[in-house]
């Protein structure tokens, strides 16, 4: 079992510029998320999938779009990349009948 | 709104001294209180899942207990593979499948 695959590990993107970030978990979980860490902000949440089909968004959704792209990947998409989206993301997944989450490694994105 | 205010920021012990971790939080309604630790450059892994006042998990040299109010994260005699960063979140009942997380406690032990 990989768990929780991010790919890429990083990125260096210019202001205005577009990428998607992908994620893909094996261990058949109904429920994935995309969070952002920031130093002194903790993690927080951007948009979560409850199942596949559905996308819903968190606490900082603006300036990102997700795509469920079937029950194991779940993509997070920059339509126009600006220095504030500079930060650590993670995907994390978790089964129906459990609270806990796991997560990826994470992709370190810089936008300059 | 749920919160949760982790202290200490930083915490430096020597191998072998005990201490704890603190995770105060406010939620309308606690389905769970989790502890993750991070290690640089990775993402969390979970460690532990509380679900009601009372309640306590160990794993090795760690022991998470829960009141109403707080939690923490116990440990024994540490190492110096134990040093990372740990960080507490809580899902409440008005919060459909978000957690909330803390800003987590940097722990380093000194050889």
């Known amino acids: 079992n990989a768990g929780v695959t991010q790919t890429p590990k990083f990125q260096v993107l210019k202001t205005g510029q577009s990428m998607t970030l992908q994620c893909a978990q094996d261990?058949?979980?109904?429920?994935m998320y995309w969070y952002r860490q920031d130093p002194g902000m903790g993690l927080r949440l951007i948009y979560y999938?409850?199942?596949?089909?559905?996308?819903d968004k968190g606490e900082v959704p603006n300036g990102y779009n997700v795509s469920r792209l079937n029950k194991r990947e779940f993509s997070l998409r920059l339509e126009s990349a600006a220095p504030s989206q500079t930060s650590v993301y993670f995907c994390?997944?978790?089964?129906?009948?459990?609270?806990?989450?796991?997560f990826g490694p994470g992709t370190r994105l810089t936008v300059t | 709104e749920d919160q949760v205010t982790q202290s200490p920021e930083a915490l430096r012990l020597q191998e072998g001294e005990s201490s704890s971790l603190n995770c105060s939080y406010t939620?309308?309604?606690?389905?769970?209180l989790f502890w993750y630790r991070q290690d640089p450059g990775k993402g969390p892994e979970f460690l532990f899942t509380?679900?009601?006042a009372g309640e306590e998990k160990e794993k090795e040299r760690l022991k998470a207990t829960l009141t109403k109010k707080e939690s923490f994260l116990h440990i024994t005699a540490p190492k110096p593979e134990d040093s990372a960063t740990y960080l507490c979140?809580?899902?409440?009942?008005?919060?459909?499948?978000?957690?909330?997380f803390g800003g987590g406690t940097r722990l380093m032990v000194k050889p």
């Open positions: 999938s409850a199942s596949e089909g559905t996308t």
């Open positions: 939620v309308s309604g606690l389905r769970g």
């Open positions: 261990m058949n979980h109904n429920s």
């Open positions: 994390a997944s978790h089964r129906w009948g459990t609270y806990e989450q796991y």
């Open positions: 509380l679900y009601s």
């Open positions: 979140a809580v899902q409440g009942d008005n919060a459909g499948n978000m957690l909330t």
